[in-house]
């Protein structure tokens, strides 16, 4: 399994950015997915997952009501929908499959990250 994330960038507070995750190597319908972010110092966090079908969501805490996780399966992309963005959103973005249940969320595969910088 291959993930290429792209998407991210340079934005103001309050902006909005649309990352993309392009998966290959295997079948995209068959693997959960999620998004995580590593900001400089901190660890790596959850930040969202998705079932196969895409009808299930789920949200870390800190981004709950601002970014919105979705997939295309004939794509196979997932993508992060970031809204209302802060400073403290600043952060590498990585893609994932994800294997188990959305609410323990393991990660398996990884994509290569890509830099997310809010600026106040």
């Known amino acids: 399994v291959q993930l290429q994330a792209s998407g991210g960038g340079l934005v103001q507070a309050g902006g909005s950015l649309r990352l993309s995750c392009a998966f290959s190597g295997g079948v995209f319908r068959d693997h959960r997915m999620g998004w995580y972010r590593q900001a400089p110092g901190k660890e790596r966090e959850f930040v969202a997952g998705i079932n196969m079908s895409g009808a299930i969501t789920r949200y870390g805490d800190s981004v709950k009501g601002r970014f919105t996780i979705s997939r295309d399966n004939a794509k196979n992309t997932v993508y992060l929908q970031m809204s209302s963005l802060r400073p403290e959103d600043t952060a590498v973005y990585y893609c994932?499959?994800?294997?188990?249940?959305?609410?323990?969320?393991?990660?398996?595969?990884w994509g290569q990250g890509t830099q997310v910088t809010v600026s106040s």
């Open positions: 994932a499959t994800i294997g188990g249940p959305l609410t323990v969320p393991v990660p398996n595969y």
